[in-house]
């Protein structure tokens, strides 16, 4: 077995060496981060790819519940480097956190969706009852899978619900994907301008060669 040579690599040798392996990438780039906005940035990159990766094996999922499915992303999040954890006690049972540098914290809330009411609820809980509002623990984000076709539809009846509840908030539309949504608004502990991604993960699975075989 050849040994492994004890010699320096850049981080662009590191990523060439890396190819395509979205999770090595981000794992190299979370290792680098210090800023809390790159801090951020990587965590919504991370979440991207998790939620991917639930989307291409959906028809097994079906019966997943909330915790089943946060619990996923909780473990791919550590596999690409991340201090993530799911139900930890940070003023109540967060979803999902990943702590990072300089004191940075990450909060999740992930839904299972049923009723706009219940998207809300996620959100004030995320608003008001988990987030610090401090520096660097003044982003979020609410986790949305949704069982039902059209997640389009969802995701513009949810945002339409939001600003109807909550008229302090300033919602805009990823540049990146049209699905996920920003949302801005002052922390209710802090006055700081707390900021919160809206990330839809499709789950819908009604294949239609499976019901004309019936």
Not at 47 to 60: M, P
């Given at each position: 077995?050849?040994?492994?040579?004890?010699k320096?690599?850049?981080?662009?040798?590191?990523k060439?060496?890396?190819g395509?392996s979205?999770?090595?990438?981000?794992?190299?780039?979370?290792?680098?981060a210090v800023?809390y906005?790159?801090?951020?940035r990587?965590v919504?990159r991370?979440?991207?790819?998790?939620g991917?990766q639930?989307v291409e094996?959906r028809?097994?999922?079906q019966?997943?519940?909330?915790?089943?499915?946060t619990?996923?992303?909780?473990?791919?999040?550590?596999?690409m480097?991340y201090?993530a954890?799911h139900?930890t006690?940070?003023?109540?049972?967060c979803d999902?956190?990943?702590?990072?540098?300089r004191d940075f914290?990450?909060?999740?809330?992930a839904?299972?969706?049923?009723?706009?009411?219940?998207?809300?609820?996620g959100?004030?809980?995320l608003d008001?009852r988990?987030?610090?509002?401090?520096?660097?623990?003044?982003t979020g984000?609410?986790?949305?899978?949704?069982y039902n076709?059209?997640?389009?539809?969802?995701v513009?009846?949810?945002i339409e619900?939001l600003i109807a509840k909550?008229?302090?908030?300033?919602v805009?539309?990823s540049?990146?994907?049209?699905?996920?949504?920003?949302?801005l608004h002052q922390h209710?502990?802090?006055g700081?301008?707390?900021k919160?991604?809206?990330?839809?993960?499709?789950l819908?699975?009604?294949?239609?060669?499976?019901e004309q075989?019936?």
């Amino acid at each position: 077995m050849t040994a492994i040579p004890n010699k320096a690599f850049s981080l662009r040798d590191l990523k060439l060496m890396a190819g395509d392996s979205t999770p090595t990438l981000i794992n190299l780039d979370r290792l680098v981060a210090v800023d809390y906005e790159d801090q951020h940035r990587l965590v919504e990159r991370a979440i991207d790819w998790c939620g991917l990766q639930i989307v291409e094996n959906r028809h097994l999922k079906q019966d997943l519940g909330e915790d089943a499915l946060t619990i996923e992303i909780v473990h791919m999040l550590k596999g690409m480097g991340y201090d993530a954890e799911h139900d930890t006690q940070i003023g109540g049972h967060c979803d999902v956190i990943v702590r990072g540098k300089r004191d940075f914290l990450w909060i999740g809330e992930a839904k299972i969706h049923k009723d706009y009411d219940w998207l809300l609820k996620g959100y004030e809980q995320l608003d008001s009852r988990y987030s610090t509002g401090q520096p660097g623990q003044d982003t979020g984000e609410i986790i949305i899978f949704s069982y039902n076709e059209r997640i389009d539809k969802v995701v513009a009846k949810w945002i339409e619900h939001l600003i109807a509840k909550r008229p302090d908030v300033s919602v805009s539309v990823s540049e990146s994907d049209k699905l996920v949504h920003y949302s801005l608004h002052q922390h209710p502990g802090t006055g700081r301008t707390f900021k919160v991604r809206h990330k839809p993960i499709n789950l819908y699975w009604r294949p239609m060669d499976k019901e004309q075989s019936k």
